[in-house]
């Protein structure tokens, strides 16, 4: 299974300011995912990056508040603009390799994010 | 549209006792499932997969589901719970209708382990 690898693993940022998380995976992948994760619920899907194409948003996200760039099939950053307190979740890069039907999602460890 | 209950957010067993986390789905066409474990303060890790093959399907650490169609169920169960057990477990499904791409998460369900 694939190796995900995210940074930073945690931040405390202040409202109003922007975070760039990376997610690094040790084999080529067609698609990469983003989640979110806020305190006490499950995962929402933010949005699909495929290499050279804009990134795919799931109703409720926008690309103004999370940008996301995937500049080749090993990497993509998420950033989180213009931070509020209810940005504070858990960001987690997910990919599927191969058969997208019997693909299970593989996550890196996530970025704890806390906005004051 | 497919969607995925887990029907009892908390789950409290004694260690050495069967283990049962129940999971309904709804799912238009023929659906892969999944189910996860989150342990503290850790990433998500895949515990076992159903993907159209043997409606039971076997996973690490001792856990097993049963696909059942006539009853739209994917629930997980562990004959014996160890303290190892206690976590978050999620529920997951992902079918045709989302490309299966988009793959949706149950609420999940906190398994507590008492000695």
């Known amino acids: 299974s694939a190796v995900i690898s995210q940074k930073p693993s945690r931040d405390i940022c202040q409202r109003g300011t922007s975070l760039t998380i990376q997610c690094q995976v040790d084999s080529q992948v067609t698609m990469m995912f983003w989640y979110r994760q806020q305190p006490g619920q499950s995962l929402t899907l933010i949005a699909t990056?495929?290499?050279?194409?804009?990134?795919?948003?799931e109703s409720g996200f926008v690309i103004d508040k999370f940008p996301i760039s995937r500049p080749n099939l090993t990497f993509s950053t998420l950033t989180v603009s213009n931070m509020s307190p209810e940005d504070s979740s858990i960001y987690l890069c997910s990919v599927r390799g191969g058969d997208l039907y019997n693909s299970p999602l593989h996550f890196g460890n996530g970025t704890r994010l806390t906005v004051t | 549209a497919q969607s995925v209950t887990q029907l009892d957010s908390h789950v409290s067993v004694s260690e050495g006792t069967p283990v049962l986390l129940r999971c309904n789905y709804s799912?238009?066409?023929?659906?892969?499932l999944f189910w996860y474990v989150q342990h503290p303060n850790k990433g998500l890790q895949l515990l076992l997969k159903?993907?159209?093959?043997?409606?039971l399907v076997k996973g690490i650490n001792g856990f097993e589901a049963e696909f059942k169609k006539s009853e739209t169920s994917f629930h997980l169960t562990k004959p014996s719970a160890h303290m190892s057990d206690a976590a978050e477990y999620f529920c997951?499904?992902?079918?045709?209708?989302?490309?299966?791409?988009?793959?949706?998460f149950g609420a999940g369900t906190r398994l507590a382990v008492h000695p």
């Open positions: 799912s238009s066409y023929s659906p892969s």
């Open positions: 997951v499904v992902s079918d045709l209708a989302g490309g299966y791409n988009k793959l949706i």
């Open positions: 159903y993907t159209s093959a043997a409606t």
């Open positions: 990056a495929n290499q050279g194409s804009e990134a795919t948003y």
